[in-house]
């Protein structure tokens, strides 16, 4: 039997070289805010290898997704053991392309550890309507691009009808109906989560439909006109999302006689609120506090600077889901048990965080990272792992950790959630 060769270092230098634009297109990545790849890095792409650790990745591979993952692909020394899969990408779902623009979504199918919330990731065109509907699922939506109008409908016979805009939300509760619409000059784009894992924008009550499977005599009865009044319905599938005209003034669709608006709004300006700042990154809280309809969704949206991290903590109350809008982070979240796992993300993927475990959420970019975190609950809570250590006796954390005494008195009271504080 003959030895094996050593050391995969060798095996590195021996693989024949490729070209150098290859190279560059392979790792490319298309971060706006991403720094020049340094050129060391252009000639040879990473490979799965710690000192005295792993080898050349030398079979089939997709240099672009390992170059977007380096924590998973080399793994901390400190990841062990199962955790299930807490990352998507909606660059991964699939499109649904309509005629007003496009959705697609990220659910239990996807992200199956995601059993308590969803996501939909929508556009709409100026003017474009997505179809008057409602559902089961309580419904909290963050604005990420260009303007809408909403309204909803609640059992009192009272309407909300506002514009959003970047950075407002809306909330609506279960089953009360409601639409949206893209406003000039371009329409919008916006994220929605949903308090189920199991929803899909696909199996919403919509308007059409129902008509669509209600007798024309049904109807007429109904709305006390003549059976042909609704001999023209669309069939559901032309609607959905569709083409609209961009619609007039707010007040003219707002104001109009006999019509009695809800108390209170379901619509809130989150990034108008006053963040709780940090040196390293600034944090805003919107749940049932101050933004009293949401009473099923809570969420914070975290900015970090570079360099900066959102601090070890974990929520008390329940799972969470993340969303990326803008930077590059990693993850790592400690499951009990000896299980550490870390993961990756940028713009536009979906990270996830069962109930009570903790984590971390570093900036791993030269821009700002920031996301949003969200709960189904009605209140935000997390618990500070530097808080928890401060208040407790000192000679008790001491016992635990074996640490001295200057490292006890660096200890923070105070919550910061973004570090250095
Ligand atoms: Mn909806
Ligand atoms: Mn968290």
């Excluded at 990408?89 to 007003?100: K, V, W």
């Excluded at 109009?256 to 805003?284: C, E, F």
């Amino acid at each position: 039997m003959t030895l094996s060769p050593p050391p995969s270092r060798n095996a590195r230098k021996a693989a024949p070289k490729r070209s150098a634009k290859t190279l560059r297109k392979a790792v490319h990545e298309p971060m706006r805010q991403s720094a020049p790849v340094p050129k060391s890095k252009l000639q040879q792409p990473r490979q799965p290898e710690r000192p005295r650790r792993g080898g050349t990745d030398p079979g089939p591979r997709n240099v672009t997704v390992d170059a977007q993952n380096p924590d998973l692909f080399v793994p901390p020394k400190t990841d062990a053991g199962i955790l299930p899969n807490l990352r998507f990408s909606f660059a991964d779902a699939h499109m649904r392309l309509e005629r007003g623009g496009w959705t697609r979504e990220i659910t239990v199918r996807e992200l199956p550890v995601s059993t308590n919330m969803a996501g939909v990731d929508m556009r709409l065109n100026a003017g474009s309507i997505r179809e008057m509907h409602w559902h089961k699922e309580a419904e909290w939506a963050y604005m990420l691009y260009g303007n809408a109008r909403v309204s909803i409908v609640d059992d009192q016979g009272r309407i909300f009808i506002g514009d959003v805009g970047v950075g407002d939300l809306w909330y609506f509760p279960p089953g009360l109906p409601h639409s949206i619409q893209g406003l000039g000059p371009d329409g919008c784009e916006f994220l929605l989560v949903f308090d189920d894992g199991s929803f899909s924008e696909d199996n919403t009550f919509l308007l059409s439909d129902w008509v669509k499977h209600t007798p024309n005599e049904v109807l007429a009865k109904n709305f006390g006109v003549p059976a042909k009044s609704f001999a023209r319905v669309p069939e559901p599938d032309q609607l959905y999302i569709f083409a609209g005209k961009v619609p007039p003034a707010l007040s003219r669709d707002r104001d109009r006689k006999g019509v009695t608006p809800t108390p209170l709004p379901y619509i809130h300006r989150m990034m108008a609120q006053k963040p709780i700042k940090t040196r390293s990154g600034a944090v805003r809280i919107t749940d049932s506090k101050n933004f009293p309809v949401a009473t099923a969704i809570a969420a914070a949206l975290v900015e970090v600077n570079p360099g900066g991290m959102r601090e070890l903590h974990w929520h008390p109350n329940t799972d969470e889901w993340q969303y990326y809008l803008e930077g590059q982070a990693r993850m790592g979240v400690f499951g009990s048990t000896g299980n550490a796992r870390t993961f990756d993300y940028r713009a536009g993927d979906v990270g996830y965080v069962p109930f009570a475990m903790g984590h971390y959420v570093e900036n791993t970019g030269t821009g700002p990272l920031r996301f949003l975190e969200m709960f189904k609950s009605p209140l935000f809570a997390d618990v500070s792992l530097n808080q928890w250590l401060a208040l407790t006796p000192p000679e008790l954390v001491r016992a635990s950790l074996d640490i001295d005494e200057k490292t006890v008195r660096a200890l923070r009271k105070k919550k910061s959630p973004v570090v250095p504080a």
